[in-house]
């Protein structure tokens, strides 16, 4: 959490700081774009299917990283979507350790989505807004097991819901840097969550990212 608050900091200074002009929210209504880097955790939750699966560890990416873009409808609302992937990979431990499976180390989970989500904004001045955030999209995953593990490898895709909340600091006319968390949440009856003991999968974490209006 703490590499988090550095950046949060920063951004906080800048959008306090004094600056020659600023774009009236007014002047927000129209297209942008967001890319952004951030930690999240995926795991299984829901309803345990198998009571011997799901003690163990899990690994999954070192980044999750988001690509996206919206459209301000007004000062309050806009929609916006988005693809969400993870970078480094979380395999990379169990696959030098033969004894993996022994020390606790399931595998890796890998996610990715695409989604699709409605923003509800409220301005605080010219430079700070907080928004939240509720959508839908499609999550795939693909679980691959430790060396020596008696579980299977499992790949699965599905709806998923998605929410948040955060804010966005104008650091510029038409640049912002947005912090937020975020879930996704699968419907469940999923292959991969059922290979780890659970029903459903679930995606949750700080993401930082730097916008741009058009």
């Known amino acids: 959490?703490?590499?988090?608050?550095?950046?949060?900091?920063?951004?906080?200074?800048?959008?306090?700081?004094?600056?020659?002009?600023?774009?009236?929210?007014?002047?927000?209504?129209?297209?942008?774009?967001v890319v952004g880097l951030g930690k999240t955790k995926?795991?299984?939750?829901?309803?345990?299917?198998?009571?011997?699966?799901?003690?163990?560890?899990?690994?999954?990416?070192?980044?999750?990283?988001?690509?996206?873009?919206?459209?301000?409808?007004?000062?309050?609302f806009a929609v916006e979507t988005n693809f969400h992937g993870q970078a480094g990979n979380g395999k990379k431990k169990s696959s030098r350790n033969?004894?993996?499976?022994?020390?606790?180390e399931?595998?890796?989970?890998?996610?990715?989505?695409?989604?699709?989500?409605?923003?509800?904004i409220l301005p605080i001045g010219d430079r700070v807004e907080l928004f939240g955030r509720a959508g839908v999209g499609r999550m795939n995953a693909s679980f691959s097991p430790a060396a020596g593990s008696d579980i299977g490898?499992?790949?699965?895709?599905?709806?998923?819901?998605?929410?948040g909340a955060g804010a966005n600091f104008y650091v510029g006319q038409n640049s912002f840097l947005r912090t937020e968390w975020?879930?996704?949440?699968?419907?469940?009856?999923?292959?991969?969550?059922?290979?780890?003991?659970?029903?459903?999968l679930r995606s949750s974490g700080v993401m930082v990212s730097y916008g741009h209006n058009f």
């Open 42 to 76: 995926a795991e299984a939750h829901g309803k345990k299917i198998d009571l011997n699966q799901g003690k163990g560890k899990v690994g999954t990416g070192k980044f999750n990283y988001t690509l996206g873009g919206g459209y301000r409808l007004s000062d309050n």
């Open 153 to 163: 490898k499992a790949r699965s895709s599905g709806v998923a819901t998605q929410f």
């Open 106 to 120: 399931m595998g890796s989970l890998k996610t990715r989505a695409y989604t699709v989500s409605g923003l509800v």
């Open 182 to 200: 975020a879930t996704l949440r699968g419907k469940g009856n999923d292959d991969v969550a059922k290979a780890l003991g659970r029903n459903k």
């Open 1 to 33: 959490m703490k590499k988090f608050l550095s950046p949060i900091a920063t951004v906080v200074a800048l959008s306090l700081a004094p600056a020659a002009a600023w774009a009236d929210v007014d002047d927000r209504v129209g297209g942008y774009a």
């Open 98 to 104: 033969k004894n993996a499976a022994s020390n606790g």
